[in-house]
């Protein structure tokens, strides 16, 4: 019996097993200490043999799992692409039918399924995904949204657990990913004394990380309106003069943003609003009632508010 089986694609994302492998073993070594269990886990496979990451570096795996296990949680690393044009070919390779009629059987029996990054789509394949709260990597939010609208998206989440999933943001996510499991799994006392021993910092938001263009995706729309509200700062634009600015209806510019990024258009204002006021506090000595005033806030302890709510940091951290 295993605690995780952990499953690597062909060219995943090394980082990533990386992380989940050494984070593991970590715990491992640290649970006797603790009194607690050692965690036990399989790495598997659809790969015969040595399995060859994303930087060439290889890994030996088991076969996939054909006996059902309902108590060990699979863990799928980052996939080891970046664009929605990758994931879709990826997604198409012969490797994939077998590992998603693995994931439903796992489910279908009880199991829980935790991915990161470009994994959170294998989810989507495997029709897993209907219904739940999930989150990815940030600047592919708006194309999982598109094409899993029966989910609910949240780029702002570092981790959600909508069980029997529980999915993470962007590749390097996978550390706050396999802390939570262990949390989940053993207690606080194990995943915090991992976090200590590898100078692991805990994160609850992708936001900060955020930079509103790349959101955009290829997405002509999108593109063009960031650019619209970068340029009209420190005017504040409004959802109405956006949709004029695009040529189309406030509800029409709702449905397209929304379908876009998950988001709506004035989350996608505030998101601009707010990644300039970041480069400007990191990289110049302006007050933050300066900053507030060149990003189209008035009163800059609205902009304080923003902060909290959307980068869980005050404008002295970003400092």
Known sequence: MHDFTVIVLPGA?????????????TAATLAPRLGLPVPRWQVCSPA????????HLQLRAAPMPRVADAQACWIVPGLGVEDPDAIAQR??????????RALRAHVAAGGRVAASCASV???????????????????LAGALQRQAPECQVDPDRMVIDDAPLITAGAALGHTDLMLYLLRQRFGPAL????????????????????????????????ASLTAHIEAMLPATVSVGALAKYAGMSTRT????????????PLHLIRS????????????????????????GYRDPTALRRLMRK??????????
């Open 121 to 139: 789509f294998l989810l989507h394949d495997a029709g897993l995904l209907t219904g739940r709260s999930v989150t990815t990597t940030w600047w």
């Open 91 to 100: 997604l198409g390779e012969p490797d994939i039918p077998g590992v998603v």
């Open 191 to 222: 995943p915090d004394a991992v976090a200590r021993a590898l100078l692991l910092d805990r994160r609850q938001l992708q936001s900060p990380f955020m930079v509103p263009a790349m959101m955009a995706q290829g997405n002509a729309l999108i």
């Open 253 to 264: 510019l709702s449905r397209q943003v929304g379908k876009a990024t998950g988001q709506g």
């Open 310 to 319: 959307r980068l869980n940091a005050t404008p002295r951290q970003l400092r």
């Open 13 to 25: 994302f090394a980082s990533s097993v990386a992380l989940t492998l050494d984070i593991l073993t």
């Open 48 to 55: 015969r043999g040595a399995v060859r990451l994303g930087t």
């Open 272 to 295: 601009v609003q707010l990644n300039q006021a970041r480069t400007l506090l990191e990289n110049s000595r302006y007050s933050v009632e300066t900053v507030a005033e060149r990003v």
